[in-house]
């Protein structure tokens, strides 16, 4: 991982720090904003962008980072909230995993096999 941070990423960090919970919330669409009234108009990445540097954010950097579709980001404050989360991604994805091996019609070991491949790692059956 480059330990140097993009500073459009840090800038999105540091907005999204300030929110630390889900009632204050901040969505992609004020985030570009907030980055408008701070940078150059050419350097303000699209909507579609700043959640893919979100996502960055969460997966490459570690950054407790939580979301709703509804009310946007927040920096997690607690290990608590943070675990609840993480419970509900798990289920989500599991969900998400089961449905997909129905529609392939493929066995088990193939399945795990191919999630695996996904998510880089050695899954066994």
């Known amino acids: 991982m480059n330990s140097i941070m993009n500073p459009i990423h840090a800038k999105i960090q540091g907005i999204i720090s300030q929110r630390t919970n889900r009632d204050d919330a901040i969505t ?12 150059l108009a050419e350097d303000v990445p699209t909507n579609r962008r ?10 490459k950097r570690g950054v407790p980072i939580l979301s709703h579709t ?4 927040w920096m997690a404050t607690d ?10 991604l798990i289920r989500y994805g599991v969900a998400v995993f089961v449905r ?12 795990m096999e191919q999630v695996g ?9």
Do not use: W
Not at 29 to 38: G, H, K, N, S
């Open 117 to 125: 491949i996904e998510l880089g790692e050695e899954c066994q059956p």
């Open 28 to 39: 992609s669409v004020e985030i570009e904003q907030a980055l408008r009234d701070t940078c």
């Open 79 to 88: 290990k608590k909230e943070l675990d609840e989360r993480r419970k509900q």
């Open 100 to 111: 997909a091996k129905q529609m392939g019609n493929i066995s088990k070991k193939a399945f």
């Open 70 to 73: 509804k009310h946007g980001y």
């Open 50 to 59: 700043i959640r893919g540097i979100v996502r960055e954010l969460i997966i």
